[in-house]
T-cell receptor
Framework: QQQVKQSPQSLIVQKGGISIINCAYE??????FPWYQQFPGKGPALLIA?????SEKKEGRFTISFNKSAKQFSLHIMDSQPGDSATYFCAASRGSSGGTPLVFGKGTRLSVIA | GAVVSQHPSWVICKSGTSVKIECRSL??????MFWYRQFPKQSLMLMAT?????????EQGVEKDKFLINHASLTLSTLTVTSAHPEDSSFYICSGGSGREQYFGPGTRLTVT
């Protein structure tokens, strides 16, 4: 049972465009939703995260939109750059501390072309 | 963000030998650390949850006698792959929690020949 479904599997965006990656979750107990960026041969790096009490969070060019009723959240990368080319993972967890494991989506391979 | 290191970054070993991977939280204390395994072009698969001073909790299908985890202190967890076989070749990544955030190490590439 896949608890976090991520789409698309791969994405090609023109430089300067907007990259949009979507995730849907099933477990309503999830209350923390981070996005990670991973470059080949490296560990995932935390990009941005959101809690269900807000509908949107923005950090620089990265924005998370959260729809609690639809159990969906998405990552928007504005003004996409070739350096943003990486694999992006959404994740979810529940609980009040860092002692709860993350459930990951399957990842989206983003390619930003000039 | 918080920093997690792993050592070694890559290792090649012969089939039947054991390999130890270290995971350290450099600027925070991690009561809980997690070990993941990642195959090429796939997502991270949780192997086990490691709590300082207690036995690790393994995910279903992960052999606890093969993947020995020790969480000796709040800043160090180790994963030992015992009697490694070629099918154990993978990218192993640890993470540590600080508040709600989890920070990942750079990963260890294990190749068993």
């Amino acid at each position: 049972q896949q608890q976090v479904k991520q789409s698309p599997q791969s994405l090609i965006v023109q430089k300067g465009g907007i990259s949009i990656i979507n995730c849907a979750y099933e477990n309503t107990a999830f209350d923390y939703f981070p996005w990670y960026q991973q470059f080949p041969g490296k560990g995932p790096a935390l990009l941005i995260a959101i809690r269900p009490d807000v509908s949107e969070k923005k950090e620089g060019r990265f924005t998370i939109s959260f729809n609690k009723s639809a159990k969906q959240f998405s990552l928007h990368i504005m003004d996409s750059q070739p350096g943003d080319s990486a694999t992006y993972f959404c994740a979810a967890s529940r609980g009040s501390s860092g002692g709860t494991p993350l459930v990951f989506g399957k990842g989206t391979r983003l390619s930003v072309i000039a | 963000g918080a920093v997690v290191s792993q050592h070694p970054s890559w290792v090649i070993c012969k089939s039947g030998t054991s390999v130890k991977i270290e995971c350290r939280s450099l600027d925070f204390q991690a009561t809980t650390m997690f070990w993941y395994r990642q195959f090429p072009k796939q997502s991270l698969m949780l192997m086990a949850t490691s709590n300082e001073g207690s036995k690790a909790t393994y995910e279903q299908g992960v052999e606890k006698d093969k993947f020995l985890i020790n969480h000796a202190s709040l800043t160090l967890s180790t994963l030992t792959v015992t009697s490694a076989h070629p099918e154990d070749s993978s990218f192993y990544i640890c993470s540590g929690g600080s508040g709600r955030e989890q920070y990942f190490g750079p990963g260890t590439r294990l190749t068993v020949t």
